[in-house]
């Protein structure tokens, strides 16, 4: 096991990564390329996920350059308590050791959730999908080549190219410790790797966001954050799936033909339940199961419900557990809604597109955690932890 980098020394070879990619920009952009022309799938979420461009080249440098300058999240005390035989007792910060993130079509995932993992002080396994080999065998080739140019071995960062098989057996009789396992992608690979991982994984990506307009809500808000919240990033995790109408709602229908008239401008599917089988330009589904899809696609979901009490109960049942909005001009009834609601973040009059580790402060994110062990939401620089007992003693013996 190689002895932990002091902070000077992951900084050192953050800020070189950094550099890297700049220089390296074209480089890059070419091996992309390369996997989006071997691209055949049909799923738009993946293909959106998988571009590089300018903008997600920018996007890496500023988290390692941000992440450089974060103060160290290790061996921060959390307790600190004195025996009264003297014995000093103290919890810190400490990393878990190695971390595994495996992920599907995203390169950028290579940069920012493998900074946020060194930076803790873990040596990092990634796993990408074969859709994005090449542009993630580039960007591998980058943290060798900075590790190596401050002095440090390259196996704090390794990629994996392995095949399914390879990683079902690797997972399941891993050739190395592994401490942590970071899925990222779809309910299939996080059904894959929940069923053959033996260490503790974090549940990461799936989101089924559910959005309440209630009787007093500001209907032109409702609009605008349905919208943004539906199609700016149709494959992101924050992306909207399901809107709730409160059934005694002013305006109720000319709120909802207009709502229907701008999710038709950007070409959304729109599908609703019995309550509103009436509404032009939408359709009417038959399957209950609908509830529970995350769609990843130009496609919502629009319900009614009777009150506040039946749409926290029908998110709880349904959704994610990532995001939910309430859109309301009562604060009483968002702060009920808030506390009520299940979901890793709630959200009052704000589109859900804001749940990510560089929108809430925490300088980018290793994955949005649906599970409420060991953190939940954004798991970013300070979260990528676990603790330790330091105790200093004196010869002391218990008796």
């Not at 014995?87 to 493998?114: H, L, Q």
């Not at 090449?134 to 390794?158: F, G, I, M, P, R």
């Amino acid at each position: 096991m190689s002895l932990l980098l002091s902070i000077e020394q992951r900084n050192k070879v953050l800020n070189t990564m950094a550099e890297y990619i700049a220089l390296e920009k074209e480089a890059i952009l070419e091996a992309n390329k390369k996997d989006l022309a071997a691209y055949t799938g049909d799923d738009l979420a993946m293909g959106d996920r998988l571009k590089v461009d300018d903008a997600k080249i920018e996007g890496m440098i500023i988290s390692l350059q941000q992440l450089a300058e974060q103060e160290d999240p290790l061996g921060v005390e959390r307790f600190g308590f004195t025996h009264e035989n003297g014995i000093k007792v103290s919890n810190k910060t400490a990393p878990f050791g190695t971390i595994c993130i495996i992920y599907e079509s995203r390169p950028d995932v290579t940069i920012e959730a493998a900074g946020i993992a060194f930076k803790s002080g873990n040596k990092i396994l990634l796993k990408g999908g074969k859709e994005s080999i090449q542009s993630n065998l580039a960007l591998v080739a980058l943290w060798h080549k900075a590790l190596e140019h401050n002095e440090c071995t390259t196996d704090w960062v390794t990629y994996l190219q392995f095949n399914r098989e390879e990683t079902q057996a690797f997972l399941q009789n891993p050739t190395q410790k592994i401490d942590l396992i970071v899925p990222r992608g779809g309910e299939k690979l996080i059904a894959f790797v929940k069923k053959h991982a033996t260490c503790p994984v974090i549940i990461s990506g799936r989101g089924n966001n559910f959005a309440y307009v209630a009787t007093d809500a500001d209907l032109e808000m409702a609009i605008d954050i349905i919208i943004n919240a539906k199609t700016t990033k149709i494959s992101a995790c924050n992306a909207l799936d399901k809107v709730l109408i409160a059934a005694d709602m002013p305006r109720k229908f000319e709120f909802l033909q207009h709502l229907i008239q701008e999710l038709k401008k950007r070409d959304v599917e729109i599908l609703t339940d019995q309550t509103l089988s009436d509404l032009e330009g939408s359709t009417t589904f038959e399957d209950e199961a609908i509830w529970y899809e995350e769609f990843l696609d130009y496609k919502i979901v629009i319900g009614q419900v009777a009150d506040i009490n039946e749409a926290v109960a029908k998110i709880n049942t349904y959704g994610g557990g990532h995001s939910a909005v309430i859109i309301t001009s009562n604060e009483e009834k968002a702060q009920l809604f808030m506390e009520s609601v299940d979901s890793a973040a709630v959200y009052h009059n704000a589109s859900t597109r804001f749940t990510d580790g560089f929108q809430f402060g925490l300088g980018g994110e290793l994955a949005i955690s649906t599970d409420k062990l060991h953190q939940r939401g954004p798991i970013g620089l300070q979260h990528l932890v676990t603790n330790k007992w330091y105790v200093l003693g004196n010869g002391q013996v218990r008796s």
